[in-house]
């Protein structure tokens, strides 16, 4: 039950843009709306960002945005800030025995 | 306010059972509109997902862990518990207890405990 792919680092200036992509199968991201987005800090528990595939969780800010295309997901984070220096982890369903899977991971860093 | 708390052995020995309990505060675990999941992380790298249940009895695992593999739910205690048979190194891990929502045990887990860092080790 392979992991789904992401680019294992990102990096951008404070106020600029980055995008971190996702890319799965038609077994998960591409047939299913079921795609969320996780950031965590080092020590810490993953904290839920975006859920299916476009949500926000009160309190989430919008800076953070989801989108899908095909079998691939991605996270925007706008306005980048020094706090965004975390590991960001994608997640869908599948429709396999393995039912939830994890991306393989993506540090960013702000420059 | 929903607080996960996860506890057990820091060290387990190779070929023993790592047992571990998560207890639930501030809200009922016998609802079914939420699965409790179990997800472990190796030092240094991503998210594994363990399994997930529901109060009602479904229960979804890993394929690659469901032979040793066993949850459970205690209505009394508030609380949910893991059990991995025959642990190697491989196990090691910092576990972590989730609440979520979605098809399957899947998908918006918005509740995660701390986490608990078992080391296996003789």
């Known amino acids: 039950q392979s992991a789904l792919t992401q680019p294992a680092s990102v990096s951008g200036s404070p106020g600029q843009s980055i995008t971190i992509s996702c890319t799965g199968t038609n077994s998960d991201i591409g047939g299913y709306d079921y795609v969320s987005w996780y950031q965590q800090h080092a020590g810490q528990p993953p904290k839920l960002l975006i859920y299916d595939v476009t949500d926000r969780p009160s309190g989430v800010s919008a800076r953070f945005s989801g989108s899908k295309s095909g079998n691939t997901a991605s996270l925007t984070i706008s306005g980048l800030q020094a706090e965004d220096e975390a590991d960001y982890y994608c997640s869908s369903y599948r429709s396999s025995s393995t039912r939830y899977v994890f991306g393989t991971g993506t540090t960013v860093t702000v420059l | 306010q929903l607080q996960l708390q996860e506890s057990g052995p820091g060290l387990v020995k190779p070929s023993e059972t790592l047992s571990l309990n998560c207890s639930v505060s501030?809200?009922?675990?016998?609802?079914?509109?939420?699965?409790w999941a179990w997800i472990r992380q190796p030092p240094g790298k991503g998210l594994e997902w363990i399994g997930s249940?529901?109060?009602?009895?479904?229960?979804f695992f890993n394929p690659s862990l469901k032979t040793r593999v066993t949850t459970s739910v205690d209505t009394s205690q508030n609380q949910i518990s893991l059990k991995l048979t025959s642990v190697t190194a491989a196990d090691t891990a910092v576990y972590y207890c989730a609440r979520g929502s979605g098809p399957s045990g899947s998908g918006k887990t918005d509740n995660w405990g701390q986490g608990v860092l078992v080391t296996v080790s003789s």
């Open positions: 249940m529901y109060y009602s009895g479904s229960k």
């Open positions: 501030g809200v009922s675990i016998t609802s079914d509109d939420y699965y």
